[in-house]
């Protein structure tokens, strides 16, 4: 199981007692929002993406979406999500569980800027009723992350 996986890493860092496990799912933003019990945004939600044979994980804000221009001046190509099947393979997380933490050797993590304006973020855990309430220093530290600019939606200026 995944969150195992997350589980074990943890446990190295010694933040293992620190993952959530709900009743309820919280695969979704919104299903992750009520179960954490905060605002959507606020969810630290992990999209992936291939680019040729590179395979890329964006994690941003929940109110946030990548905007396709960024994402090609940052990457040099067009977005293209895995699909379901393709996320469990090539990531080592299911989606609804995918999380920058214990992926699979050669998987890039980066954090979206959109994450920065909280002082603690939530995101998965590896399964679908998991999440980790961290802060962005400690999601960069856990995940290995670089942080990027490539998601809209979520600055004032364009709501």
Known sequence: MSIEKVRAY?????????IQEFDVSSAT????AQAVGVEGARIAKTLSFKLGDRVLLIVCAGDAKVDNRRYKDQFGGKASMLSHDEASTLVGHAVGGVCPFAVNKG?????????????????AAGSSNSAIEMTCDELEKYSGGTWVDVCKGWRPDEQ
Do not use: H, M, N
């Open 10 to 18: 943890f446990k190295t860092q010694g933040i293992q007692d620190r």
């Open 29 to 32: 933003v919104e299903l992750a």
């Open 107 to 123: 998987v890039e993590i980066y954090l979206d800027e959109s994450l920065r304006r909280f002082a603690t973020v939530f995101p």
